[in-house]
């Protein structure tokens, strides 16, 4: 019974039931049969164990006879108790099904050993159980894809550098087909190349680019280095430029991008070169942009640098600005109308390679400040500001270059923290001819504050908190005076806001330093009556000396300056002798104070320039025009138009903050001719929607 039990283990067919009544025919008892019967199912004609034996069930009725004895046997128990067992046996099934499907995925163990069993099988003679196959040694490609290779720069070792070049190591069969002379089609001569990916598990004649692209993705997803080494031996020496259509370009961009992902730097350089020199016609600047993000990502700057001035120069003017044709395209024939589709797209191109270039700068840029390293971000920024003027031609907004400019204040306002605490003072300049920190301005933000000026503003409030937080870090009330013993020590620059009364002077400096209640605010117009100095990133602890007399040691940072708000005229009801005071006063003011750098005048844009704005025109114009006229050291001179959001019904900060009428327009500037002031620039604000807050910066 047993030898006939063994065989009839090894039977497969539907016919076991016939066969397991002949064999057991021979037995003593029919116990035996019937405990055969019950362990041994028949298969039914839907390839099935029967359900005749009741110690054989399916998966669902496990389950449900699983449940039911769950159920009998928390019949008796507390609700805990039945909570924890559904709970124990929901995670015994969540784990089984985990391991279920991680033994179906390429990367899970016992996978990868049937893959090498698989490749093992498929070796000859003494490379018989070697790990390493003869015609995929990823050890060898690797070597081979990063000979040659130097460190100075791209351009080194091209010559070499073809789309024939035979790898070190083939076999002997490859030899002698090339030998031979073979002319097979181009898709039997590439060699198979096997992957880890189940997706796209090898690399072959029939590949296509949306195979390489899931290859390549997987690849970077996964830190598969294989599969970035073959891929990149399959693109570089297996097809030629006409693969997939001329998409080869793109897959090399990409394969750089994870090869640089995986730190891989040397396949990404072949991968970068071969582009260069095979695909230039086909490189977009979006893949060009992500090859500089890549280079700062393993902290190759110079090549970053490299990249972004060759494949993402700046565009010449006049490139970028469009003309707006009079004639109708149903008027132009053939030619015509093709040169017009060429402009265009040449522009629309040119318009693209300015918004990566920019977008890549600040990368560069955000990269160097995060890594303590100012002079190098300092250079980019300029860069940032070189293109500034261009940018505008274009007619490009903050929401089409999208630079993040609250990240650059942010990384520069760390490098300026770094350098109050003292990490760069014992720093010369360095042989190579790098600035030194001297060279640097009182406050490296100011850098970003200035291409951010040079591009179109975006009015964010999170770009303009931290800008101030930066830029004021600590304000102080220092003294109120009415003549000119009265102003502290002449240790500093100072700025000044002048105008008439109930124009807005104290709503905008409390604006501008990003606080509520630093110059007092009120309805009741003539509020003012004092040149009020308020000192910015003064040294700590500043106020309690001022209120009690204390002596506080520390000094004032690099970036300290007075902001003076004088009082206003015009509206303000006060005396006449006190008004003709503050115009003494003021003239005095404008002519002895040697670190005064800006005055403000301030003029409401609703109305355009009153009688007293006249007046404070003329002054200045006489006074600061002689000075100018003596080569003496002048303050520049700015008009500032307050309350712009008045000239707008439901002004908002970002798509309506306020504008200001033609008319008023045409008389400011009028009346600023008259004045010798015309040279002036205009800026547009208000304290309620933030307009102007960068530029009055």
Not at 125 to 148: D, I, P, V
Request: aromatic share 6%; glycine share 6%; hydrophobic share 35%.
């Amino acid at each position: 019974i047993t030898l006939n039990i063994s065989q009839l283990l090894r039977r497969q067919s539907s016919d076991i039931i016939s066969i397991t009544a002949a064999t057991i025919a021979t037995a003593t008892t029919t116990s035996v049969t019937n405990s055969i019967l019950l362990l041994f199912p028949p298969i039914n004609s839907d390839g099935q164990r029967s359900s005749l034996s009741p110690l054989y069930q399916s998966p669902k009725s496990q389950e449900a006879t699983e449940s039911t004895t769950q159920s009998a046997a928390a019949a008796g128990t507390s609700k805990r108790a039945q909570r924890k067992a559904a709970q124990r046996a929901k995670k015994q099934r969540e784990q089984k099904t985990t391991q279920n499907t991680n033994k179906a995925t390429s990367q899970h163990p016992e996978a990868i050993i049937k893959r090498e069993k698989q490749q093992q099988q498929g070796q000859q003679g003494a490379n018989h159980g070697n790990n390493k196959r003869r015609n995929h040694n990823f050890a060898q490609r690797a070597e081979y894809l990063s000979e040659g290779i130097d460190n100075n720069g791209f351009q080194d070792n091209l010559d070499g550098l073809t789309l024939t070049t035979i790898p070190k190591h083939q076999d002997a069969d490859t030899n002698t087909d090339n030998s031979n002379g073979n002319n097979s089609d181009k898709a039997s001569n590439i060699q198979f190349h096997q992957l880890h990916s189940q997706r796209v598990s090898k690399l072959d004649g029939s590949t296509t680019a949306d195979d390489v692209v899931k290859a390549i993705k997987r690849a970077q997803n996964l830190h598969d280095e294989h599969d970035v080494v073959e891929i990149a031996h399959f693109l570089l020496e297996e097809v030629d430029q006409s693969f997939a259509y001329g998409y080869r370009g793109s897959l090399l961009s990409r394969l750089a991008v994870a090869s640089l992902h995986l730190q891989n730097y040397d396949v990404a350089k072949r991968c970068i070169i071969e582009r260069r020199i095979s695909h230039r016609s086909s490189m977009l600047p979006l893949e060009s942009a992500a090859i500089v993000r890549g280079l700062l990502r393993c902290h190759h700057s110079d090549e970053a640098w490299e990249v972004l001035e060759d494949e993402l120069s700046l565009p010449l003017e006049g490139s970028v600005q469009w003309e707006t044709n009079e004639r109708n395209k149903n008027d132009m024939n053939d030619d015509e109308l093709h040169l017009e589709d060429e402009a265009t797209r040449r522009r629309l191109e040119a318009r693209d390679r300015l918004i990566h270039r920019a977008r890549s700068i600040s990368s560069i840029a955000s990269r160097h400040f995060y890594e303590m390293e100012p002079t190098e971000g300092i250079r980019a920024v300029g860069k940032l500001k070189d293109m500034g003027g261009i940018v505008k031609e274009a007619g490009l907004t903050a929401e089409d270059v999208g630079i993040p400019w609250d990240r650059l204040v942010k990384g520069a306002a760390l490098c300026e923290s770094k350098r109050r605490d003292g990490k760069w003072d014992n720093v010369d300049e360095s042989d190579d001819g790098a600035e030194s920190p001297s060279s640097w301005p009182c406050n490296i933000v100011y850098t970003v504050l200035d291409a951010m000026i040079a591009f179109p503003s975006e009015n964010k409030d999170v770009t303009f908190e931290a800008l101030c937080n930066a830029l004021v870090r600590r304000t102080v009330f220092v003294t109120g005076a009415v003549d000119m013993e009265g102003c502290p020590e002449a240790d500093r620059g100072e700025v000044a806001f002048i105008g008439r009364s109930n124009v807005g002077k104290s709503s905008l400096v409390n604006m501008l330093t990003n606080r509520k209640s630093l110059a007092f605010t009120s309805k009741t117009p003539g509020k003012t009556q004092q040149f009020n100095y308020f000192a910015v990133n003064d040294k700590p602890e500043l106020a309690r000396q001022i209120r009690y007399g204390d002596d506080v040691p520390g000094e004032k940072d690099r970036d300290s300056f007075y902001i003076v708000d004088l009082p206003g005229f015009g509206f303000a009801k006060v005396t006449q002798q006190l008004r003709q005071q503050w115009s003494d006063f003021m003239d005095e003011y404008l002519q002895e104070r040697e670190t005064l750098q800006v005055v403000f005048h301030l003029i409401d844009a609703r109305h355009g320039p009153t009688d007293e704005d006249i007046k404070i025109m003329q002054k200045v114009g006489t006074i600061l025009g002689a000075k100018q006229q003596a080569k003496e050291h002048c303050a520049k001179y700015i008009i500032i138009l307050t309350k712009a959001d008045k000239n707008v019904k439901n002004a908002k900060s970002q798509s309506n903050p306020g504008k200001v009428s033609n008319k008023v327009k045409e008389k400011l500037i009028a009346t600023m001719k008259e004045n010798r002031v015309g040279y002036a620039p205009i800026v547009l604000t208000s304290s309620e929607t933030r307009l102007g807050r960068d530029e009055v910066w």
